[in-house]
């Protein structure tokens, strides 16, 4: 139940760090309402299984040491529940162990996939071939994303290759390498008073026969996933609010890939009164891991190098101007709304922009359930006054604010 009553009164400089405390352990559970629910989870899990089974199982596939893993924000624990309800987008590799790309071309390896999905009676109504996927639908649920991928004989850092149809060319990628740089990252903690435990650990995964299973649900998140679940969030709301900018504004993996270094630099600056101030700091450290530089006809190149692969890209797509100045808009607005928060006074007025920014439905239920909480105390007699703040105990103290945890693996 978050400690409403902390965000009221005129404050110390200890009060002040532990109203921020509560700041963040409000936006820890609209991260939570964010995620995706426990029962889908369980459905997305099993039929994950289920479909990886069933491909593992043919012949071809079989032959070519097919190995499957989460990627993208599935992986990371950093999915965002869709802005109206759409389908949750979860994404896997699918990749081919023994098949190399002087063997096969693009559209074999897609045809491979494809093919083997359309002889299911059950998948056959369901899949859809995409640009560089193969798609199952589960009509208002999930749609599963599935990469097929061979292995890429020259990269020293382990990366693979992913067909490109239309183009016809091998594109590289590691989003395994991704996750193991980013899970160190976000398991790095700064220096604080009495950090809890709990904003910190990260997430695993484990490796099980020909597939990896999807990420356990129950780990705590920790500030840097918070903080990319918010701004993600964040973009959704502003994109929604500015059509004209929605086809320049900043897609998940630049977000994530900014966060994550602004998040490394942030911890070795200096001692923080809150994880709120932390993610304060992030958010705004990340426009300086963009690189600009200028081409021999005076054109600006953008750059957000993808850390686990040698030459690509995130911002290939950055052609013109208005990619970074939309992301530079959006970046002022999701810097300037996250510090309004601190200038707020009470609940009522924490909801009106909480949900003019997030989005109404998961901070409504957060407010909601808190309300609920409070009316069980007092129906119970369990309220009591908070205690005075001690500097040295700002996190144990927020700790007796008891933080449900939801569950979920990660867009």
Same mark, same amino acid.
């Given at each position: ?137 589960? #009509? ?9 991928? $061979? ?30 740089? &980013? ?15 709990? &904003? ?27 903080? $990319? ?19 320049? #504004? ?8 900014? +966060? ?48 686990? $692969? ?55 239920? $957060? ?9 069980? #105390? ?18 144990? +103290? ?14």
């Amino acid at each position: 139940m978050i400690n409403f009553n902390s965000l009221l009164t005129a404050e110390s400089p200890a009060q002040r760090a532990a109203r921020k405390t509560d700041l963040f352990l409000l936006l820890d559970q609209i991260g939570q309402e964010l995620e995706i629910p426990a029962a889908r989870y369980q459905e997305a899990e099993k039929r994950y299984g289920s479909v990886i089974t069933y491909l593992d199982d043919c012949p071809v596939l079989g032959s070519l040491q097919p190995h499957a893993f989460p990627q993208g924000s599935f992986a990371l624990g950093t999915t965002v529940r869709p802005l109206h309800g759409e389908e949750y987008d979860l994404d896997f590799i699918y990749l081919l162990q023994g098949a190399r790309p002087h063997l096969y071309n693009q559209q074999q390896i897609y045809d491979f996939l494809f093919q083997r999905l359309k002889g299911h009676g059950t998948y056959a109504g369901m899949v859809e071939l995409k640009k560089r996927c193969v798609r199952i639908i589960y #009509a208002n649920e999930f749609h599963l994303d599935i990469t097929p991928a $061979v292995s890429n004989p020259v990269c020293r850092q382990g990366s693979i290759l992913v067909p490109d149809r239309k183009l016809k060319i091998w594109k590289p990628s590691n989003p395994a390498g991704y996750v193991t740089w &980013f899970k160190p990252i976000a398991a790095l903690v700064p220096r604080t008073q009495q950090f809890d435990k709990e &904003f910190s650990v990260g997430r695993h995964l484990v490796t099980l026969a020909s597939a990896e299973p999807v990420p356990a649900q129950s780990e705590p998140r920790g500030i840097l996933r918070r903080a $990319v679940q918010f701004m993600k969030r964040h973009r959704d709301v502003f994109r929604e609010n500015n059509p004209q900018l929605a086809d320049f #504004a900043p897609i998940s993996v630049i977000i994530t890939t900014l +966060a994550a270094h602004a998040y490394q630099k942030a911890i070795g600056l200096t001692a923080y009164e809150s994880p709120f101030d932390v993610m304060h700091t992030v958010i705004e450290l990340m426009p300086q891991f963009i690189d600009i530089y200028y081409d021999w006809q005076g054109k600006r190149i953008y750059t957000v190098k993808n850390p686990t $692969v040698d030459g690509e890209n995130f911002a290939d797509k950055w052609q013109t101007d208005e990619y970074y100045n939309t992301f530079m808009a959006w970046h002022r607005a999701v810097q300037q709304d996250l510090l309004n928060l601190q200038n707020l006074r009470g609940r009522d007025e924490l909801r009106k922009s909480l949900q003019l920014t997030l989005g109404g439905s998961e901070v409504g239920r $957060v407010f909601d359930g808190a309300t609920q909480a409070i009316s069980r #105390a007092r129906v119970e007699d369990r309220l009591a006054v908070a205690a005075p703040v001690r500097p040295a105990s700002l996190i144990t +103290a927020a700790a007796a604010i008891s933080v449900p945890r939801n569950n979920f693996f990660g867009q």
